[in-house]
């Protein structure tokens, strides 16, 4: 069982309030009654309770991160950022995974509310159908700042920290066509979800750029997973009038567009050109020299973080809503992959 | 703000001592007084404080997990076992990454123990140099049930779940023996690690099970990264009496070794068997057919959880400690790279 000032008192023999007096520093305690106290506190390993401190000072210096997918890596390395941010200004997180899942999203917004966290920092489930006006009830009524990172909230205007997808998919797919591409396939994520829409929005405005037709046999509309991304590539490989690269709009489906090329003994780019959006750190580590747009992850949680240690800050002094929206571009890495064999 | 009882009793005008009636569901309240302090609820979206609702139960239903790195999926895994058996018992998870540190590790300990949280899921920093006696006074002063997940921790018995790193390094090495090799190189973990020095250890037993002599060229003591390993691997194609076969110790450092292979254009199996511990997942999914030996990552997590669990309820009845460990064995994955070219 854990100690308390019950049992502080109780070892130094004194009353409870003087224990109070000397942890808070206030009010006139005689010095050997003090020392008495502090070898109690000593002795029975005493921590100041953060909870019955927080009841008092109505702080509780903890901080909600609501995520869809902790084994995706991008949320891994968005999560570095967002402590890293957290250790310096000395804020605990209670991290939340959703599993995509809109329920369990929800209930996490439940159980941090209860914790009497300070604010949150979320990236909310991807599909928008998702959001009704039940849950953005939920949202509006929490009381404490909310900051979005890189998530689509129907229906209303948060602050939060974005990802310009379409400008790093524009970028991308630029790149490609100045390779020599015109034959571009795109594997997209969930289309009800905002990155796999702005990113195949970029793609669409970069052929438009260079007035290349949109084909509808190059348009595979995928989830974000390897197994769907695998067969989508084999359908790619049979097309009759062969695309010359893809375009894979997510880290998990590359897995299964390079599986499907390793699996017909394709090489990449001289098979077969690709463009990943987020990279893939084990690919990229092992020498596969995949070309891809990179999304700031370790930047967006830092960045998110200090959003809301900002609004944290401004909430105590004036009461009213500030609605601020920072984008991030991603970065473009050239590794020769989507390069066009002659 | 949050909203707080005040607001309600304000918004009902009635008594505080009223609005704690209605929510305690304890003592008379005439039945249109309890309609207007539901009603101010509903309007005000109140919550009830589960920080005020601790210090009266003394119960926070808050779990603190504490692993060296978020960004290596083997931890993924591990935290995904974990929340799904919190879930299911309405638990809380406080999370903190120590980035193997252990002054991270500490600070953790402590802020987790101010939180009041009511038990420690934690894999200690890999050092063992850093856990002397203040560290471990630290660790057996916290009064509340601490289960260590795969972790070592020296000069102390903790209860916890452990994975049997010197049964699947025999496995595996065996299973090279099998195919035929007999000159195998390991590229070993941090020595001064649990998980890395037993892991040598059933490679050095498989060895001498088979009389196969111990070659000092062969062991390459490295870090948990992929840099040393590729650094490594380069030094053992370069041997003169090359090994056939290698065993990289863990997951991380596999990236580096295929890496060196890939540059020589070396193929697996044909120029260089290869067998890992823990999977690659990226490297499993694009179809390189890698064999493994896999720890068992989210059964870890599941079984640490439910063991926390049960120590936070046998803690109430009486006043004893319970040493429990359980032992889960890791499982051989074949995928053909162990195999040795004719």
Do not use: W
């Amino acid at each position: 069982m854990s100690v308390t000032i019950k049992d502080i008192a109780k070892a130094a023999d004194v009353s409870l309030a003087t224990v109070s007096r000397v942890l808070n520093g206030s009010g006139y305690v005689k010095e050997t009654t003090r020392e008495k106290v502090h070898d109690a506190i000593k002795q029975l390993h005493y921590t100041p309770s953060a909870i019955a401190r927080s009841l008092s000072t109505n702080k509780t210096n903890t901080i909600g991160v609501i995520i869809p997918d902790i084994n995706n890596p991008f949320f891994g390395e968005v999560i570095k950022g967002i402590t890293q941010v957290a250790d310096e200004h000395q804020l605990n997180i209670i991290l939340c995974d959703t599993d995509d899942c809109k329920e369990k999203e929800l209930k996490a917004i439940k159980l941090l509310r209860e914790q009497r966290i300070e604010g949150i920092l979320m990236t909310p489930t991807y599909g928008e159908e998702a959001h009704d006006s039940a849950y953005m009830s939920t949202l509006d009524n929490l009381g404490i700042p909310v900051i979005l990172m890189d998530g689509h909230v129907k229906y209303a205007n948060y602050s939060g920290v974005f990802i310009d997808h379409v400008q790093g998919a524009y970028d991308g797919v630029e790149a490609l066509i100045h390779a020599g591409h015109e034959k571009i396939a795109i594997i997209n994520g969930r289309l009800d979800s905002r990155p796999a829409k702005e990113r195949f929005l970029g793609y669409k405005k970069a052929l438009n750029k260079y007035a290349i037709p949109l084909h509808e046999q190059y348009i595979f509309n995928g989830e974000y997973d390897h197994e769907r991304a695998y067969t989508m590539t084999k359908k790619i490989l049979l097309l009759e009038d062969r695309p010359t690269a893809i375009f894979v709009s997510n880290n998990l489906s590359m897995l299964g567009c390079v599986k499907a090329l390793n699996e017909q003994s394709l090489s990449i780019p001289d098979d077969m050109a690709i463009l990943g959006f987020d990279k893939v750190d084990a690919l990229n580590i092992i020498g596969m020299n995949i070309s891809f747009i990179n999304g700031p992850t370790t930047l967006m949680g830092k960045t998110g973080m200090n959003m809301l240690i900002e609004s944290l800050e401004k909430q105590k002094d004036v009461h009213m809503r500030e609605l601020k929206q920072i984008t991030l571009l991603p970065e473009l890495h050239l590794k020769g992959s989507e390069k066009k064999s002659v």
